[in-house]
């Protein structure tokens, strides 16, 4: 199907681009359009304008700043997935999303911009206690990921405004981190996906973080699991016990053809055990 007419601009900056949303109103920001173009197809979306930032310089690449990671908005997965700098559980999910062609194509910003549920890099985002800098009519503001994520394809990003990076903390000694995931076999999207991210000193837990994805309206901390681990030997029985916590955060379970609420819900604990087992491996 073919999308609705609209009109077409490529911004040669991130100040025009804002211009141009602000002139434009219901305007869409368009970067790889892995997730614009499809929807715009189907007339989920009938944007009247695209501002095309694909080519404004300075927001796509990976710059390690210390103690954090900053990857630029329209950054492709492929560079994510390649890139030693960032959390070993962002590199593993870019690398499994969709094929070669989607990966090259597609962008970080377009990505968690949608929203879509079934999406790994929201979940991983979460996990990770990622930042996302924020530019619009108002200047610039910066949103932890826990604030970030709202509902069903539903951001904290207003009218007007363009996610320029998002920023996440750098994997150093005694920490690592892990994503697993039950995905459809045709569309690589997430039936069940679980992101971990763990500290650990002396045998025990400093700090974990944990998140799931593909079964809830949108990204979902998982407090119980990380209750549950905080302080605690980083042993099978604890990892266990804290995955079996995992239900109870979920609230409503979404169910469709390709797999049921309830064996979703079965498949949870057993995800998140998988992410945690990786994650503590990766934290040595």
Known sequence: MYPPNFDYYRAG???????????HKGAKVLAGGHSLLPAMKLRLSAPPALIDISKVA???????????????????????????DVPAALSEAAGNIGDQQVRNRGTIGGNVANADPASDLPTVLLALGATFHILGPKGQRAVAADEFFKGLFETALADGEILTSIEVPAEGKGSGSAYAKLDHPASRYALVGAAISVSVSGGKFTAVRAAIGGLTESATRLKSVEEALAGNPAGDDALYAAAEATPSDLGIVMGDAHASSDYRKAMAPVFVRRALASAVARAG
């Not at 900056?13 to 002139?23: F, K, N, P, R």
């Not at 900053?70 to 890139?83: C, D, E, F, R």
């Open 13 to 23: 900056s991130l100040d025009e681009a804002v211009a141009l949303l602000s002139q």
């Open 58 to 84: 300075g927001l796509s690449g990976i710059t390690a700043n210390g103690g954090s990671v900053s990857i630029g908005a329209t950054t492709p997965h492929a560079v994510i997935a390649a890139s030693d």
